[in-house]
C-alpha cells in the first residue's frame, strides 16, 4: 500500500505544468473607416507608431485596412525582478542573447552596468522584425521605428552589424520599449485576450474526444483493482483540458472509487465534491455503494445524496422515524364526551 501512495503522489506531481512566458502583441479586428494612424493614436496616444502597425502586420504605408482585417498589435511587457536575475540573465530570457542587455537596461533608462534592483517592475520592449528595403540605413530605420537618428547605434548592437551597410533584404530586430498603452488601448487588450480565448476552444473538443476513449479505459482499470494506473490516467484527463459536465462527473466518480480503496480520505472527498458539482443529481444507492464511498461523500459540501442511481433522490432515513404499521391504517381516536357526534 505504501508503494501505491508514493506512485500516486510521484504522478500526480508529473501532472503540474510550467507557466507560459507573457505575450507581446493582441490581436484587433478592425472596424468599417479605422486606419492604422488612427488605432495608433487610439492605443498608444501617438500617431507616428503607425510604422509599427504597417510593419508587425507586413502592410503597406498608405494601404487601407479591409473591415474584419485581423491585426496583431504590439505592445510591451512587464517583468519584476527576482533576486539574483541581472541585465544579462534577463535579456537572454527575453531578447534572445545577454549582449542585448544594453537594450533592456537603456529601455528602462538606466545603465547594463548598473546592477538591476530586485523586486523593481521592468519594462521589456517589443522586438520588430523588419526587412531592409533599397536606402534603408541604420539612422534611417532608428528614426522610423525608435524615433531618433542618434539611436542607429542599437540598431547596429543589437543586430551584430559591427558598423556593416545595410543591404536590401536585411532582416533586423528592432527593440521598443515606448510602446505602452492608453486606457483604451488596455481594453483592446482585454478584448483582444478573450477572442484569443473563444477560438482556442477547439482545445476543449479535442480533450472532450480524447476523454471518450480514455473513460472506458479508466472505467476498466477501477474494476481491476489498478488502482494507481486509473488515478494517474484520470488526473491526465481533467488535468488536459475543459470536458462536458458528464465526462467530468465520470472521472471523478471513478477516481473516488480508487481514492477510497487506497485510503484517502482527503482526496475521495474531493473527488466526490467535484462529481457531484458536474452532476447535482446523481443520488447515491446504500445498498449498492459501499460505505467508504458513503462516508467520503458524507463530508462533502453537497452531503450524500440517497436513492436508486437515475431515480429521483430521497431524504436519508431517520433514525427516530417510525415505520408506518403493516397492519393498515392506525385507528381513528374516539370522540371526547364534550364534542358532539
Not at 135 to 163: E, I, K, Q
Amino acid at each position: 500500500m505504501r508503494r501505491q501512495k508514493l506512485a500516486l503522489f510521484a504522478s500526480i506531481a508529473a501532472l503540474v505544468a510550467v507557466p507560459a512566458l507573457p505575450t507581446f502583441a493582441f490581436p484587433y479586428v478592425a472596424k468599417r473607416g479605422e486606419t492604422l494612424a488612427m488605432l495608433s493614436l487610439r492605443f498608444y496616444g501617438r500617431v507616428d507608431k503607425e510604422k509599427v502597425l504597417v510593419t508587425a502586420n507586413g502592410l503597406r504605408d498608405g494601404a487601407p485596412v479591409v473591415p474584419g482585417t485581423r491585426l496583431e498589435v504590439p505592445t510591451v511587457s512587464h517583468h519584476r525582478v527576482e533576486r539574483g536575475e541581472t541585465w544579462e540573465s534577463l535579456a537572454e530570457l527575453y531578447l534572445g542573447e545577454p549582449k542585448r542587455a544594453e537594450a533592456l537596461a537603456l529601455g528602462n533608462e538606466t545603465m547594463p552596468w548598473l546592477p538591476v534592483e530586485s523586486g523593481r517592475e521592468i519594462v521589456v520592449p517589443y522586438v520588430l522584425r523588419v526587412v531592409s528595403a533599397p536606402g534603408d540605413s541604420t539612422p534611417s530605420l532608428a528614426y522610423s521605428y525608435l524615433g531618433h537618428r542618434d539611436d542607429a547605434y542599437m540598431v547596429d548592437r543589437f543586430n551584430s552589424l559591427n558598423g556593416r551597410p545595410l543591404k536590401s533584404g536585411d532582416v533586423l530586430l528592432l527593440p521598443i520599449s515606448d510602446l505602452a498603452l492608453t486606457d483604451e488601448g488596455v481594453d483592446a487588450a482585454r478584448a483582444g485576450l478573450a477572442l484569443s480565448s473563444r477560438e482556442a476552444a477547439g482545445d476543449a473538443r479535442d480533450a472532450q474526444l480524447r476523454a471518450d476513449t480514455e473513460l472506458p479505459l479508466l472505467a476498466r482499470e477501477v474494476q481491476e483493482g489498478r488502482w494507481v494506473a486509473a488515478i494517474t490516467r484520470g488526473n491526465q484527463l481533467l488535468g488536459g483540458g475543459v470536458l462536458s459536465d458528464p465526462q467530468t462527473a465520470h472521472a471523478n466518480r471513478l477516481l473516488l472509487e480508487a481514492y477510497v480503496a487506497l485510503d484517502e480520505e482527503e482526496l475521495a472527498r474531493t473527488a466526490c465534491d467535484e462529481w457531484r458539482r458536474a452532476d447535482p443529481d446523481s443520488p447515491l444507492d446504500p445498498i449498492e455503494v459501499s460505505p467508504k464511498v458513503l462516508r467520503a461523500c458524507a463530508g462533502t459540501s453537497g452531503g450524500a445524496r440517497y436513492g436508486a442511481m437515475g431515480e429521483d433522490a430521497e431524504p436519508a432515513p431517520s433514525a427516530s422515524a417510525k415505520r408506518p404499521s403493516s397492519k393498515g391504517p392506525a385507528p381513528r381516536p374516539l370522540p371526547s364526551a364534550t364534542e358532539e357526534p
